[in-house]
T-cell receptor, first 113, second 115 residues
């Protein structure tokens, strides 16, 4: 199965700063790489995803970069705001055709006003 | 679009009883749904893949006779926790695939507390 590592486990930034979270995976056949945001007691929400045929994708203040050779992808949040505070999970899809995602352990992001 | 609901949102039961949790895709059909369990301050752990009209596929270490999954229609999957014990207390979350895309849409979760 897929081995996923996510770093850092906690991240504290000042409002307006940037935040970067990195995820490494083991399955070289993985081709879909989403990031989810989960607030306490709520459902995970997809915030951005990328497929293996592109290296970067951006959506306003959020971007994801992918390095397939090194098997890692990163979440970038610019101009952070207090409402960005949450747990973020990477969840690369297994390389088979079963659509399974393997979740990283999560990163608790705290944005201090 | 792509709304997934779960019912109930929380349930408290006595040890030894069974609890059924429903997962519904409200505005799309889902041939594949997933059931996850999440303990406090931990990640989501996949329990099983639910396929409409066929048997569920369970992850290693998940007891299929304890966690019964039924996916009888294209919009509904159910998870029944049988003979629940306090260690089964957790946050259970389902997700659904829309069409043939890779994107999983998550339900709001069900908080199960077994006394």
């Amino acid at each position: 199965g897929e081995n996923v590592e996510q770093h850092p486990s906690t991240l504290s930034v000042q409002e307006g700063d940037s935040a970067v979270i990195k995820c490494t995976y083991s399955d070289s056949a993985s081709n879909y790489f989403p990031w989810y945001k989960q607030e306490l007691g709520k459902r995970p929400q997809l915030i951005i995803d990328i497929r293996s045929n592109v290296g970067e994708k951006k959506d306003q203040r959020i971007a994801v970069t992918l390095n397939k050779t090194a098997k890692h992808f990163s979440l970038h949040i610019t101009e952070t705001q207090p409402e960005d505070s949450a747990v973020y999970f990477c969840a690369p899809k297994d390389g088979g055709s079963n659509y399974k995602l393997t979740f990283g352990k999560g990163t608790l992001l705290t944005v201090n006003p | 679009g792509a709304v997934v609901s779960q019912h109930p949102s929380w349930v408290i039961c006595k040890s030894g009883t069974s609890v059924k949790i429903e997962c519904r895709s409200l505005d799309f059909q889902a041939t594949t749904m997933f059931w996850y369990r999440q303990f406090p301050k931990q990640s989501l752990m996949l329990m099983a893949t639910s396929n409409e009209g066929s048997k569920a596929t369970y992850e290693q270490g998940v007891e299929k006779d304890k966690f019964l999954i039924n996916h009888a229609s294209l919009t509904l999957s159910t998870l029944t926790v049988t003979s629940a014990h306090p260690e089964d207390s957790s946050f259970y979350i389902c997700s659904a695939l829309r069409g043939s895309t890779d994107t999983q849409y998550f339900g709001p979760g069900t908080r199960l507390t077994v006394l």
